[in-house]
């Protein structure tokens, strides 16, 4: 009866941070959690990133949606790496499967970095979108929205279901890491508000023209 428990690793396994959160149902999330095809299909596509080197996992998430609904189709967190070494990582992934890159405005330098590598990082404020990125996050998961890959989304879904709400309504970080939670955040906003790029194009070859 113990095992059966979602509090059972918790209680008597001693790991703190698994078990009943209060922003994503538990039994939502195990639902939606089911094999498919981690290849890429053609929807849109945005790559997440929430970085850390101290405490805190280094967390890259890559998702994609399709008829209105978001697959991850690839999730990792990384314990203390190398500034270097992540720009290297996302640079790689990003030759083969170029897609926008949302990054953490904490971060100015790893933005800089990849923007001089040919990689299209945007910087995601935290301190004036986490609001809308939980709201957006839990009525995702809420309406049946997204999936989790078993094999790629154990991380995120062990973060997804143990999360609390703090006195803002926003991800307790107190009591766990939420490294993957905030990169699943982020995309679930993304793909929500459907972010406007604007691209300059001189439509004169010189001033004379005008």
């Given amino acids: 009866v113990a095992k059966a428990s979602p509090s059972f690793m918790r209680e008597y396994g001693l790991q703190y941070g698994v078990g009943h959160g209060n922003i994503y149902p538990y039994s939502l999330v195990n639902e939606l959690t089911e094999s498919y095809d981690l290849a890429y299909k053609g929807g849109r596509q945005v790559r997440t990133v929430d970085p850390a080197y101290g405490s805190s996992k280094f967390a890259i998430l890559e998702s994609e949606m399709l008829d209105g609904v978001i697959y991850p189709k690839y999730c990792m967190q990384i314990e203390r790496p190398s500034p270097t070494a992540m720009t ?8 083969e499967y170029p897609m ?30 986490l609001s809308n990125m939980t709201i957006e996050g839990a009525q995702a998961v809420k309406e049946k929205r997204a999936r989790f890959h078993p094999d790629i989304c154990q991380d995120l879904t062990a973060q997804l279901k ?49």
Avoid: W
Wanted: hydrophobic share 30%.
């Fill in 88 to 95: 290297e990582l996302i640079t790689t992934r990003n030759k």
């Fill in 162 to 210: 143990s999360v609390e709400a703090n006195d803002k309504g926003h991800p307790d970080k107190r009591k766990l890491n939420f490294d993957l939670g905030d990169c699943f955040q982020m995309a679930c906003n993304y793909f929500k508000t459907g972010r406007l790029e604007m691209i300059r194009i001189n439509q004169y070859e010189d001033e004379d023209s005008l």
């Fill in 100 to 129: 926008i890159t949302l990054v953490d405005s904490a971060h100015p330098g790893l933005i800089r970095d990849l923007n001089e590598r040919s990689v299209q990082a945007q910087e995601v404020r935290f301190n004036s979108e």
